[in-house]
């Protein structure tokens, strides 16, 4: 029974034949679940519940930290960031860090997954499971840390490689990148 009333076997045949499985094809695969894990101090989230979605937003304060959960793994902002989401697919999840500070653990990407997070001068885009830290300075700043794994950066003058224990710094439109020295992980870490 189907909102108070039997469905018809005609009706029923008409659903059935329209189903993908009826043509042979796979049913699309779900789209991520992306949750607000935990929160403390002060935090602003532009969605209608802790399930976020394309277009949501996430902004901490000074005094605030959140943490998302992609799958198995862990999206951290510190205080004063404000991460929006752009695309959230099974294949593709994109975020977009118009300040602050991002620590991603990132447990594992599936073959042809990408995941991204832009500021306004470069994207990051890890190649590989590991640790991350990207900080918007500034609109033409962006810093990013790679305790382990390795990520693409992609510049308005090309890709530039990231390997674990590399500390870049991004600076400008044209995003020139000067190698600095790694810091020790701090508490946010």
Known sequence: MIGGMWLRPAALALLLAASPLAWGQAPEKPE???????????????STDRLLNRGDR???????????????????????????????????????LERGTVNL????LLIGERLEIATANVTV?????????LEARAADQAVLTVHSGAADVETSGGTIRVSGGQRV??????S???????????AFD
């Not at 992306?34 to 935090?43: A, K, M, P, Q, S």
């Not at 710094?169 to 044209?174: M, N, P």
């Open 169 to 174: 710094v991004l600076e400008g439109s044209i």
């Open 58 to 96: 996430v902004t901490t304060h000074d005094d605030g930290r959140a943490e998302l959960l992609l799958d198995a793994s862990a999206i951290r902002l510190g205080g004063e960031t404000e991460l929006r989401v752009v695309h959230l697919t099974a294949a593709r999840v994109q975020f977009g």
């Open 105 to 108: 653990q990132l447990r594992g």
């Open 32 to 46: 991520r679940i992306l949750r607000l894990n935990y929160f403390e101090g002060d935090v602003g989230l532009r």
């Open 125 to 133: 885009a890890p190649r590989e499971p590991g640790e991350y830290r």
């Open 176 to 186: 020139r990148a000067t190698l600095v020295p790694p810091v020790p992980a701090d």
